[in-house]
């Protein structure tokens, strides 16, 4: 059964990039879509984007190009660089499987980690 | 971006009671026989949990008093018999395009 893991800095300042690792155990990260989904406190959620197996991605066009998401197929992990942090960015930040097709709802999900943006 | 609309945006319910809330899309998002329409229930300080995918599949797992329905631009998620443990926020979420959108959230309380 696969189970996602998010890790990374729990604070980031203002102007500086946020980075995050996911890593997958009890599957392969090959031929599924993953995904970065952030939730800010007390509010809903909001898609970040995904990478393909195959390096093949797509970003929320509301975060203005700030965002890239990488896979290292090697360590079964992929990662999420924020670039230009503001306090907006604070957020609990999940990893996530959709499943092989395009069209996949998201499971399982990461328990999530808190990051906050401040100086 | 295709948005999602959730309502009500909260209510309040007793266990036994039957419950329902819809997502309205702001375009279609069925193509051909497939609707693209997930629901996910999250509790405080968790993970979103997938209740139901393609808008009617209920997944592994997902008691079945919990059921979806809908085509098109509307649907809806049922819980006919709300229990204890539902108590959570309830999300839609489009899976036809990109950006991927949620609904806004329906929060399910104790009445």
């Known amino acids: 059964q696969v189970q996602l893991q998010e890790s990374g800095p729990g604070l980031v300042k203002p102007s500086e990039t946020l980075s995050l690792t996911c890593t997958v155990s009890g599957g392969s990260i090959n031929t599924y879509y993953w995904s970065w989904i952030r939730q800010p406190p007390g509010k809903g959620l909001e898609w970040i984007g995904y990478i393909y197996y195959t390096g093949s991605t797509s970003y929320n066009p509301s975060l203005q190009g700030r965002v890239t998401i990488s896979v290292d197929r090697s360590q079964n992990q992929f990662s999420l660089n924020l670039t230009s942090v503001t306090a907006a960015d604070t957020a609990v930040y999940y990893c996530a499987k959709a499943g092989r097709r395009f069209f996949d709802w998201y499971d399982p999900w990461g328990q999530g980690t808190l990051v906050t943006v401040s100086s | 971006d295709i948005l999602l609309t959730q309502s009500p945006s909260s209510l309040s319910a007793s266990v036994g009671d039957r419950v329902t809330i819809t997502c309205r899309a702001s375009q279609t998002i069925t193509m051909g026989t497939e609707t693209y329409l997930n629901w996910y229930q999250q509790k405080p300080g968790r993970a979103p949990k997938v209740l139901i995918s393609g808008a009617i599949n209920l997944q592994n797992g997902v008691p079945s008093r919990f059921s979806g329905s809908g085509s098109g631009r509307d649907f809806t998620l049922t819980i006919s018999s709300l229990q204890p443990e539902d108590f959570a926020t309830y999300y839609c979420?489009?899976?036809?395009?990109?950006?991927?959108?949620f609904g806004q959230g329906t929060r399910v309380d104790i009445k």
């Open positions: 979420q489009q899976s036809y395009t990109t950006p991927r959108t």
